[in-house]
């Protein structure tokens, strides 16, 4: 198996690439000098030069409090770059994975969220991963959406690094209480994103670390597990205002992936273990 891997410089696509020569498959890693997905010429030229047999699509734009200001731009990588993937993926029969997001539906209640949910994004980054779904289900039959969220891994910035370096100076850190999900660690979502690869299951999932928590109670254990003495202080969504609206509620429902036979991701807990064992 031959793969196309977009975003190769982010946290997830750097960790497909590996998952991937584990397997003994070949990755085809690609990132904006290589192929800009808002380019159409380039798309497909690249895409027909590569000789792949699938595609996985990690590259996006994921500033979402800038999204907001520059809504074009986000919507030319988001919407644009996966519609001209997704068009091409037609044209040349390949299998296509996208990485979605809990932000395609309103955040909230606190119901989880399920994959054939009705989707009523509510911010700029969440409407243009939204419109990239639609560019999808437009083009494609053999497709995998697959929905994450509070996303960690070792290449790239995360809240994880963001507490980290806060706690160098900093005895006191106030976090949001009310907004409640789950993380997610890119090493175990690249081994089950190439298990979705080797198969033909395709549809919606949500694919999450196990476990649900607030921002500040995954702030809370990042200190414990780090062994850092700093007080969590917690704080609303109102008292801490940012430019995009935040979802309150990112719970997810997996239970597809129990019945189309895919493994779970561990606890969210344990992936914050592992992971910090890698960067500190």
Request: net charge negative; hydrophobic share 35%; proline share 3%.
């Amino acid at each position: 198996m031959k793969v196309l891997v977009t975003g190769v410089k982010g946290q997830l696509g750097h960790d497909v690439m590996n998952e991937l020569a584990k397997r003994g498959y070949e990755g085809v890693g690609v990132d904006v000098e290589e192929m800009d997905i808002t380019d159409s010429a380039a798309v497909e030229r690249v895409m027909r030069m590569a000789g792949v047999d699938k595609v996985m699509h990690c590259a996006a734009w994921t500033a979402v409090d800038a999204a907001e200001d520059q809504v074009e731009l986000c919507r030319k990588v988001n919407a644009l770059g996966t519609e001209n993937i997704a068009k091409m993926c037609k044209e040349l029969d390949l299998p296509m994975v996208y990485l979605s997001t809990d932000y395609v539906f309103d955040g909230e209640g606190t119901r989880p969220w399920e994959p054939d949910d009705e989707r009523h994004p509510l911010n700029v980054y969440g409407q243009t991963k939204y419109e990239g779904e639609l560019a999808i289900e437009k083009y494609l039959d053999k497709y995998f959406i697959v929905r994450i969220a509070w996303v960690f891994g070792v290449n790239g910035k995360n809240f994880i690094k963001t507490m980290l370096k806060l706690s160098e100076n900093h005895d006191t850190i106030t976090v949001v209480n009310d907004q409640i999900g789950s993380p997610t660690y890119t090493y175990d979502l690249a081994r089950l994103l190439v298990d979705m690869l080797e198969s033909d299951k395709y549809g919606r999932y949500h694919a999450t670390n196990e476990g649900l928590c607030s921002w500040y109670e995954f702030a809370q254990e990042i200190f414990r597990q780090a062994g850092k003495d700093v007080k969590v202080v917690p704080v609303s969504s109102e008292e801490y205002p940012a430019k995009a609206k935040r979802p309150h509620n990112s719970r997810m429902n997996k239970d597809k992936l129990d019945e189309m036979g895919f493994t779970r991701l561990p606890s969210w807990q344990d992936a914050l273990s592992r992971y910090l064992k890698e960067i500190m």
